[in-house]
């Protein structure tokens, strides 16, 4: 039950949700291009990923100077799927930046 409790408070904050439902989409995102996609500083991304990835919902990899993001563990697929049913607006242009941006 903890660990529902903590994976809510972690998606209660929008820009938080947003990021967890672009990873849902991909394998895994570089936070680049995740500060591309939703045009907040990377300051912020980071910050926002922190606590995902406190809360167990994200796990991250390291190339080069770069920081790769990717939804973790059962309770993360669980989420994605209630999220993947009932994507708002912002969350499908949000998906739609991310499309556009080429992965390097």
Not at 8 to 29: H, M, N, S, T, W
Not at 72 to 99: I, K
């Amino acid at each position: 039950m903890l660990q529902w409790v903590t994976s809510f408070k972690a998606l209660g904050d929008p820009v938080r949700l947003r990021l967890f439902a672009l990873l849902g989409q991909r394998d895994e995102v570089c936070v680049c291009h995740l500060v591309e996609a939703l045009h907040l500083p990377q300051s912020t991304i980071s910050r926002h990923l922190a606590v995902l990835r406190h809360a167990g919902l994200v796990s991250t990899r390291r190339d080069g100077k770069w920081m790769y993001y990717a939804c973790s563990g059962a309770l993360a697929l669980q989420l994605q799927t209630l999220l993947s049913h009932d994507a708002q607006a912002e969350l499908q242009h949000d998906l739609a930046s991310l499309q556009n941006l080429s992965c390097d």
